[in-house]
């Protein structure tokens, strides 16, 4: 009787070893794939996050680029206009409009800060495309963990291959390694 219990106590112990065996690697893949959905996810967020800041970025920018051109405009032509005056009349209308204009821009000739905008920008956009490409390496490589550990010889034999399928790493789209234009004219 007790070679039958220490034969049954084998067979049940190395049942218990398979299954704890199975099961870790079942919840290993389980993580892994939901690793892999999650760095995807974060893919998805980035382009997002990329579609919705650069066109507000874009018009920010050009706002301000146009608000400085209309007050250096009304600057230059109410100085131009004093040069011209020709009479006491016509220089005191000049010297109000002179006030005005200088007032709009708060200051004595206004500072030009479009060109720190436009750099800002481009900061933004290189920013922006950065966190693009982390995001896909970070997702090749989760897909390249999880692949990995499903192709495993013990993990290949146990795990359902319609459960746990091989993920595809990014590709990139035909066409897509043209940066994307910025039209500041429109």
Known sequence: MKKSYII??????????LFMAYRGSYNTAVTLQEDVDKAW???????QRRADLVPQLVATVKGAAN??????????EARAGIVNAKTPEDMEIMGKKINTAINLAFEAYPQIRST??????QAQ?????????????????NV???NAHIRG?????LLNK????????????AGSEIAPTVNFNE
Do not use: C, P, W
């Not at 049954?8 to 070893?17: C, D, N, S, V, Y």
């Not at 720190?116 to 920008?121: K, P, Q, R, S, V």
């Open 153 to 157: 010889f013990f993990n290949s034999m």
């Open 41 to 47: 996810g974060d893919v998805g967020a980035s382009y």
């Open 125 to 141: 956009l290189e920013g922006t495309e950065n966190r693009i490409n982390k995001a896909r390496t970070d997702y090749n490589e």
């Open 8 to 17: 049954l106590g084998g067979i049940a112990l190395l049942a218990f070893i």
């Open 162 to 173: 319609e459960t746990f399928g091989k993920k595809e790493v990014f590709q990139a789209a």
């Open 144 to 146: 390249k963990k999880y």
């Open 116 to 121: 720190e905008n436009f750099g800002a920008l």
């Open 67 to 76: 608000n400085e051109k209309e007050i250096l405009t009304r600057v230059t």
